[in-house]
């Protein structure tokens, strides 16, 4: 499987602030994707960040807020802009996966993710 | 109805036993089914992946697939202490769910008891 790093690990920030996240991954993939788990919850799926076109946000989730890039096959950002509290959260990145060589099984593994304390 | 649903926890188990987590599905469509273990502070693990009806086992770990009647299960044999975890079932596809994204359920928490 793909290896996943994030960057920063974790960071605590003030509100109206921003923070930029950074997720490598060692071989090249067609789809990332941007999660967020809120404390004691599940994750959600704030957008699918595509290589040489734009991110596609899910309901609730906005550029503005949540600014994405994808400027290669094996790097992304996510940006937290304008900092409340209420984006406490963990930041995970995935990439898809298909294990079987010319399969179409695909799967999904995680970065350790970004864990955000805004104060 | 939300649109991947597991059976409420905490669940606990002791050791040497049977733990078995359930989830349903809302998207008939739906087409490949995932288990993540998640560890406290830490990010989802996958462990368990399965595509088509029927048993897939990956040594304690057992998956179940019934798409006839939309669910999903893991079967954990001789549990240990090590697998107390939040467990995930997660799904991609379907009608309502284009692009290879992750709906989730809510999560189980598993504690085995030594």
């Known amino acids: 499987s793909a290896v996943i790093s994030q960057k920063p690990s974790r960071d605590i920030c003030q509100r109206g602030t921003s923070l930029t996240i950074q997720c490598q991954v060692d071989?090249?993939?067609?789809?990332m994707f941007w999660y967020r788990q809120q404390p004691g919850q599940s994750l959600t799926l704030i957008a699918t960040?595509?290589?040489?076109?734009?991110?596609?946000?899910e309901s609730g989730f906005v550029i503005d807020k949540f600014p994405i890039s994808r400027p290669n096959l094996t790097f992304s950002t996510l940006t937290v802009s304008n900092m409340s509290p209420e984006d406490s959260s963990i930041y995970l990145c995935?990439?898809?996966?298909?294990?079987?060589?010319?399969?179409?099984?695909?799967?999904?593994?995680f970065g350790p993710g970004t864990r955000l304390l805004v104060l | 109805q939300k649109e991947v649903e597991q059976n409420s926890g905490p669940l606990s188990v002791p050791e040497g036993a049977i733990a078995s987590l359930n989830c349903t599905y809302s998207?008939?469509?739906?087409?490949?089914f995932f288990w993540y273990r998640q560890y406290s502070g830490k990010s989802p693990e996958l462990i368990m992946s399965?595509?088509?009806?029927g048993d897939k086992e990956d040594g304690r770990f057992t998956a179940q697939l019934n798409k006839a009647s939309q669910y999903v299960s893991l079967l954990i044999r001789d549990s240990q202490p090590s697998d107390s975890a939040t467990y995930l079932c997660?799904?991609?596809?379907?009608?309502?769910?284009?692009?290879?994204?992750?709906?989730f359920g809510q999560g189980t928490e598993l504690s085995v008891k030594p």
């Open positions: 071989s090249q993939v067609t789809m």
């Open positions: 998207d008939r469509g739906s087409q490949s």
């Open positions: 995935s990439v898809e996966d298909f294990p079987l060589a010319g399969g179409f099984q695909e799967t999904q593994y």
């Open positions: 997660a799904v991609i596809g379907g009608i309502y769910n284009q692009g290879g994204k992750l709906i």
């Open positions: 399965i595509y088509s009806n």
């Open positions: 960040a595509n290589q040489g076109s734009e991110a596609t946000y």
